[in-house]
């Protein structure tokens, strides 16, 4: 039977006295303490504040279209109702959004950080960010990781000047790495940022060490889990992976709509009016536990593993080492330089260096991140017309 836990009452009346008295607890960043790498531009006004800029510029960003035809879990299906990036990055922001409204947050620097998470992802999910990875790696003793390139993506590759607040919450959000309690760590310039970043490309053990500085990532973060807990099992059932009754009833629920609805209800009743953020150990173990089902029964099924494996990991390399070679020659011709490199360049950002005197291995991964899936086929098939390798989508009618 579906469970749909409510606020207690102290707290609901609490909080319904509070708003009518207009003194809801003051939680929220203060957006008078945003910082820039250039604070002279992007002035906040009455119309368009601090984040709303940020917004803006995330929503405006030449890749965000690209999320919705980047893979979340579930690849090589020609089905409209299975999640693509786009649609998990939205319920991401409504999931923040609804507990961060109820805590008195800044609802627009939540925002800003759920739209912005993933713009650095690569195609093919967490498969593609593992592949592109090894190679990185093999070739030059750096790491990738989706939420370091998304930073990447909009304070580099396009230098929107971003706010530190936002790309904080962006590298912070490692949304694989739950905790009982979220506590914000102050980060106040640029330089810590920037030192934090390199230190995981170092090493990719690093990633899992930096913490959201505001209560706004905090929030941010433990929603990501949320948004694809319930959802990654939708997308089971209509991949006739699995059926809903595949997995252990617990405190949490097994629904999709009941892990929202339990998880945002716990963490307000656990959160409000504190410094951080917080579930009670029982809905922490549930989540845990249903996090884990998910690995057991989806992310590590041998069906979806062995078609990633067989097909997009030796696609991928043969891409990478194409493109590198395309680079180190010169070949002006190739869709590393007409595709990739023109097409940041049309941006017309001032740049100390130009993009294209970037490190060869790091355009190449630049590209590549930036693909879609559809693209990275077309543009696989293109490059090598002869190849055996071909990937099969599941139709609608298969």
């Given at each position: ?250 405190a949490i629920g097994t629904y999709n709509a009941e892990i929202i609805n339990n998880l945002i ?134």
């Amino acid at each position: 039977m579906l469970n749909y836990e409510k606020l207690s009452e102290p707290l609901a009346a609490t909080m319904k006295k509070n708003i009518e008295n207009g003194s809801l607890p003051k939680m929220a960043f203060d957006e008078g303490k945003v910082l820039r790498r250039d604070n002279e531009k992007d002035r906040a006004n009455l119309i368009r504040t601090a984040f709303i800029r940020d917004i803006d510029k995330i929503i405006h960003c030449p890749y965000y279209n690209r999320y919705a035809d980047k893979t979340q879990v579930f690849s090589f299906y020609k089905n409209d109702d299975i999640t693509r990036r786009g649609l998990h990055v939205q319920l991401v922001s409504r999931i923040a959004r609804t507990i961060g409204k109820a805590l008195g947050l800044n609802l627009d620097l939540i925002e800003a950080i759920a739209l912005g998470h993933d713009i650095g992802h690569t195609p093919f999910g967490h498969a593609g960010e593992t592949y592109l990875d090894e190679l990185l790696y093999e070739h030059t003793g750096r790491h990738f990781s989706h939420n370091i390139h998304s930073v990447r993506v909009l304070d580099r590759i396009f230098p929107y000047n971003i706010s530190l607040q936002t790309l904080n919450g962006i590298a912070a959000h490692d949304g694989e790495m739950e905790l009982l309690e979220y506590h914000p760590q102050p980060l106040d310039s640029f330089e810590e940022l920037d030192r934090q970043i390199e230190a995981c490309y170092v090493d990719k053990k690093n990633v899992r060490k930096l913490v959201p500085a505001t209560l706004e990532g905090c929030v941010m973060r433990i929603s990501d889990i949320i948004a694809y807990l319930g959802k990654d099992r939708q997308d089971a059932e209509k991949a006739e992976l699995l059926k809903t009754d595949a997995y252990e009833e617990c405190a949490i629920g097994t629904y999709n709509a009941e892990i929202i609805n339990n998880l945002i209800v716990n963490i307000i009743e656990n959160s409000y009016g504190k410094p951080y953020i917080k579930m009670d150990a029982v809905h922490f173990d549930a989540l845990k536990k249903a996090k884990a089902d998910n690995y057991d029964l989806i992310y590590k099924n041998d069906k979806v593993k062995a078609e990633l494996e067989q097909t997009v990991r030796p696609m991928m390399r043969e891409l990478y080492e194409k493109l590198l070679d395309d680079l180190v020659n010169e070949n002006k011709t190739s869709p590393v330089f007409t595709h990739h490199i023109a097409y940041v360049n049309k941006a017309h950002y001032k740049r100390t260096t130009p993009y294209e005197q970037t490190e060869p291995n790091q355009l190449v991964v630049d590209y590549i991140a930036s693909m879609t899936d559809d693209y990275f086929i077309d543009l696989y098939a293109h490059l090598f017309p002869e190849s055996s390798l071909k990937i099969c989508y599941k139709g609608y009618f298969d």
